[in-house]
């Protein structure tokens, strides 16, 4: 993946038809695109099949948190639709990782990712999960858990990134979630970033909706991204 490919817009959309008129606007200048649940929820796989079959790339944001086998499963229909990411929770145990890992085999093109923690959560929310550490720490232990399984990278807040980038095999994929413009207005992500300290801070591919999605202009906003991106790329 180039550095010219780094940037993820999300398909938060309840409809194939949203969802790919947004692809249209954005032209050639957006190559990938994430499909979460929401929009598979809607539209199903021919929503994934459509994006690839147009030359797109897809990340597949599953989310997947169940036993081994089923992750194995699915992680195995995200290579035959022919995803290049697929995200299952590092919360699940070396197991669970280690099975979509030896999954994804099959499917040079599909990159793992063991999601740590979500972005719309705190250190309290952790504690009301029982969990006594910080978020910092947790992202940490299960990113060292998702090296230790041979994962293609992990998903992280950008602020996390700072960490990660110089705990992880250099190999490994940092995709940050939450990163939007200063201008975009604040939302249930609780830890979020520019695009540029995103990738200034280590992270090797953003996601980014909002900013794109509810822009009057998604392609001048694109353009915007992809100036800030190549910034830090440069530095």
């Known amino acids: ?119 719309s959560l705190r250190d309290e929310d952790l504690r009301e999960l029982g969990l006594d550490t910080t978020v910092p720490e947790q992202v940490v232990r299960l990113a060292k858990l998702a090296a230790a399984a041979d994962c293609h990278g992990v998903v992280a807040s950008a602020q996390e990134a700072r960490l990660l980038r110089d705990l992880l095999p250099p190999e490994m994929l940092i995709v940050t979630p939450g990163t939007q413009l200063q201008t975009d207005a604040k939302n249930d992500q609780a830890r979020v970033a520019t695009p540029f300290d995103a990738i200034r801070w280590g992270a090797s591919h953003i996601v980014i909706g909002r900013s794109i999605s509810r822009s009057p202009n998604p392609s001048e906003a694109f353009s915007v991204i992809q100036t800030q991106v190549d910034g830090a790329v440069s530095l």
């Open 1 to 119: 993946m180039t550095q010219k490919n780094n940037i993820i817009v999300s398909l938060d959309f309840d409809s194939a038809s949203e969802a790919l008129e947004l692809v249209e606007r954005l032209g050639p200048s957006a190559r990938f695109y994430k499909v979460g649940l929401q929009l598979l929820t809607a539209a199903g796989p021919a929503v994934v099949q459509k994006l690839i079959s147009g030359g797109k790339e897809v990340f597949l944001d599953l989310k997947l948190h169940e036993i081994p086998t089923s992750v194995a499963a699915a992680v195995q229909v995200a290579g035959a639709l022919g995803a290049s990411m697929v995200t299952v929770h590092a919360s699940g145990g070396s197991a669970v990782l280690r099975a979509a890992v030896e999954a994804a085999r099959a499917y040079p093109k599909l990159n793992v990712l063991a999601l740590t923690v979500i972005t």
